[in-house]
């Protein structure tokens, strides 16, 4: 299924319970990225997934863009999608600032986060080396990056089956949309503080960023719970779907 207006946004919804859960992919990925999670969702879930503005099937537009624009992103597939009334959001490693960017505004409608393996603040430093990023992919395209992304997202106790897949998505994501991405995330400057919802917070134990350093982060929800999901790294929809379905229960319980 398609959006309408530009950027045009491929989506798919999985399920017909009553508990509309929208799903945001890692920059990198693409709504393939909750294909296991999708196939062991229990049946009272309703899962909304899309392939966010540049990535996988979406228009792939090349100027620079923010939180401003995804937020209209994820606004259009909601509504193509018929959610109407409340749902929960999931969201992977970078897009997690999307999550907390909707439950901000919409604080009536969004239920709960489950953040995996979230990006929930940047240093300058940090916010540097995701600009450098931006520019190496753009310049070098896919590949250039591709081994050291790999070895952060992907460490060797974590290559089962599904580790081939992924790395050819991975290599054939267009480079200005990745780096795009990246920009947009080097700008995340949000008040976690005011974010009223319940949020599970996932980090991986095998995830290059330590799990103690994205506990901290998360001690700014006023209302969360924190895990390590020892059989996970940095991209959990792939590696630990059933890590995620716990936690979505537990926001839903």
Not at 50 to 56: A, P, V
Not at 116 to 141: F, H
Request: proline fraction near 7%.
């Amino acid at each position: 299924m398609w959006t309408e207006q530009s950027p045009i946004l491929h989506f798919r919804v999985d399920g017909t319970g009553p508990n509309d859960t929208l799903l945001l992919h890692e920059i990198g990925g693409s709504l393939a990225s909750w294909d296991r999670l999708a196939e062991l969702a229990p049946p009272q879930f309703r899962l909304i997934r899309f392939d966010q503005r540049g990535f996988g099937l979406s228009e792939k537009p090349h100027t620079e863009y923010g939180l401003d624009e995804l937020q209209r992103d994820a606004s259009m597939v909601l509504e193509a999608a018929n959610v109407l009334g409340r749902f929960v959001i999931c969201a992977a490693a970078g897009s997690s600032a999307l999550a907390i960017r909707l439950a901000l505004e919409m604080p009536d409608r969004v239920q709960g986060l489950v953040l995996c393996s979230p990006t929930l603040a940047m240093d300058e430093t940090t916010r540097a080396l995701t600009k450098d990023r931006a520019a190496l992919v753009i310049a070098q395209g896919m590949a250039g990056i591709a081994d050291l992304a790999m070895e952060r997202m992907f460490p060797l106790p974590m290559r089962d089956e599904g580790f081939a897949d992924y790395r050819h998505r991975f290599l054939a994501n267009d480079p200005v949309g990745f780096g795009l991405a990246n920009l947009a995330l080097a700008k995340m400057d949000l008040p976690l503080e005011k974010v009223n919802c319940p949020v599970q917070v996932l980090a991986g134990r095998h995830d290059i960023r330590p799990p103690e350093l994205v506990a901290q982060a998360a001690e700014r929800f006023p209302h969360y719970e924190f895990r390590i999901v020892e059989d996970g790294a940095h991209v959990l929809p792939v590696q630990a779907p059933g890590a995620i379905l716990h936690a979505l229960a537990c926001i839903l319980a």
